[in-house]
């Protein structure tokens, strides 16, 4: 009787709310309203009837309702008109106007419509039946729950919903409690929904379709161009290189895969190669004028994306204005130093993000005399490094495989980190 009391009571209130005059809910720009109970103990307050009520009077929606408006009159300072605003306005209203919100409930309207149906169809009783033939002893009953909500993983309120409407029958008759029956059905609903993707990944075989690599080609090559197609070549990238460079070939040819040269950049030279069969052509010269030239040809033959590196501050902004027209992205060293320092000092941890990658540029001098009179081809670490330069006396030198290392040379290489400081223990090693 209580119950239906209570029951009652929340239907008149809610009747008596809707019927109020719909002038409540206007709406008039306002500064930003901060209660007084705001941040206290009294914000504890509304969860806490809701959650008493409901221990009570085993009436869920009713004792949220009470608590809704509980936290209503507090937030409304008591205020009669303030609560029935912020409840329907701010609440209701604001709710079931967003889009995502609406969704998760015509979900679970139609979730709730296919377990209906499936019980009324006699699904559930059907199995209760069966599973009475083989569930013997009151153990087996909480497995079988247990393994039925492992089984239905597509969503965890449709195992909520499925199994509890399933094992109910079979557990009260092994005189398992509701409440029993409730955690284990929320101990393996929400967990297994979220383990399942991950196991099923793994297990995943991809398609030939879903192995396709983006193809990314770099003409030129140096000390950023190679680090970075060593990156991309980790990840999902098929990358070329070709340079008109022939020492540079020579220098980065044992350490990078798929470099060619060719000894004139050229329309030609490039469309015959393939270069402009790709998804991202990347133009890195030191010579502006020169990656501008293949940067236009390239876009020319259909290159989606092409980025060109232009880094001379003489050079006139109209010029830079024409590529970008063209659909030409501009690679500048100078606005990419100044944006990471602004970075550094406005949002130090996406700096760290942005930099932290496998490869970068180190320097190290030799001062182990074990490694002097050898060829570079022989140091022990060379494969897990790509030497650019080695400057002896000040001068730069072209390595190469035959290249004799030297007491006091100045070593410029890139690798990933770990490999970088292993490198640096062993040259600076004084022996």
């Known amino acids: 009787m209580k119950k239906k009391k209570l029951l009652r009571g929340a239907g008149l209130l809610i009747l008596c709310l809707a019927l109020l005059p719909l002038t409540v809910f206007a709406a008039e720009a306002e500064t930003e309203y901060t209660p007084a109970m705001y941040a206290t103990f009294w914000a504890l307050v509304p969860p806490i009837v809701a959650i008493v009520l409901a221990l009570i009077t085993k009436e869920v929606y009713s004792s949220l309702f009470i608590g809704i408006l509980v936290g209503g009159l507090f937030y409304s300072g008591f205020s009669f008109e303030g609560t029935l605003t912020h409840i329907f306005n701010d609440g209701f209203v604001a709710v079931l106007s967003d889009a995502y919100n609406v969704g998760i409930l015509v979900f679970l309207v139609i979730l709730g419509a296919m377990v209906s149906l499936m019980n009324r169809a006699g699904g559930s009783a059907a199995f209760g039946h069966f599973a009475k033939e083989?569930?013997?002893?009151?153990?087996?009953?909480?497995?079988?729950?247990?393994?039925?909500?492992?089984?239905?993983?597509?969503?965890?309120?449709?195992?909520?919903?499925?199994?509890?409407?399933?094992?109910?029958?079979?557990?009260?008759?092994?005189?398992?409690?509701?409440?029993?029956?409730?955690?284990?059905?929320?101990?393996?609903?929400?967990?297994?929904?979220?383990?399942?993707?991950?196991?099923?990944?793994?297990?995943?075989?991809?398609?030939?379709?879903?192995?396709?690599?983006?193809?990314?080609?770099?003409?030129?090559?140096?000390?950023?161009?190679?680090?970075?197609?060593?990156?991309?070549?980790?990840?999902?990238?098929?990358?070329?290189?070709?340079?008109?460079?022939?020492?540079?070939?020579?220098?980065?040819?044992?350490?990078?895969?798929?470099?060619?040269?060719?000894?004139?950049?050229?329309?030609?030279?490039?469309?015959?190669?393939?270069?402009?069969?790709?998804?991202?052509?990347?133009?890195?010269?030191?010579?502006?004028?020169?990656?501008?030239?293949?940067?236009?040809?390239?876009?020319?033959?259909?290159?989606?994306?092409?980025?060109?590196?232009?880094?001379?501050?003489?050079?006139?902004?109209?010029?830079?204005?024409?590529?970008?027209?063209?659909?030409?992205?501009?690679?500048?060293?100078?606005?990419?130093?100044?944006?990471?320092?602004?970075?550094?000092?406005?949002?130090?941890?996406?700096?760290q993000m942005l930099t932290d990658t496998e490869a970068g540029l180190y320097e190290a001098t030799v001062l182990n005399s074990r490694y002097t009179g050898r060829e570079l081809h022989t140091l022990p670490f060379v494969n897990n490094i790509t030497i650019s330069r080695i400057f002896r006396k000040r001068k730069p030198i072209d390595p190469h495989g035959d290249t004799i290392i030297e007491y006091g040379d100045h070593i410029l290489f890139t690798g990933d980190r770990k490999a970088a400081e292993e490198v640096r223990e062993a040259l600076r090693g004084v022996n």
Not at 291 to 313: M, T, Y
Request: overall charge positive; charged content about 20%.
């Open 134 to 351: 083989k569930i013997k002893t009151r153990a087996g009953a909480q497995l079988a729950t247990v393994a039925l909500g492992v089984l239905i993983f597509i969503d965890d309120y449709f195992n909520c919903l499925t199994v509890g409407s399933v094992m109910k029958p079979v557990t009260d008759e092994h005189k398992v409690s509701r409440a029993k029956l409730a955690y284990l059905i929320d101990a393996t609903a929400a967990p297994v929904c979220i383990i399942a993707p991950i196991v099923f990944n793994s297990m995943y075989k991809l398609e030939k379709s879903d192995l396709i690599k983006q193809k990314v080609n770099f003409i030129g090559t140096n000390t950023l161009t190679v680090p970075i197609s060593q990156q991309l070549y980790k990840n999902w990238y098929n990358v070329r290189m070709v340079t008109d460079n022939e020492n540079n070939f020579k220098t980065y040819n044992s350490q990078v895969k798929h470099l060619e040269y060719l000894p004139k950049l050229d329309a030609e030279a490039l469309e015959q190669g393939g270069y402009f069969d790709c998804d991202i052509v990347v133009v890195g010269f030191l010579n502006d004028h020169k990656s501008a030239r293949l940067a236009q040809i390239a876009k020319e033959h259909g290159v989606k994306r092409v980025i060109a590196s232009q880094n001379n501050p003489r050079l006139d902004p109209k010029d830079i204005s024409a590529l970008r027209e063209k659909g030409i992205e501009i690679f500048n060293s100078f606005n990419v130093q100044s944006s990471v320092l602004r970075a550094l000092i406005e949002s130090p941890l996406i700096l």
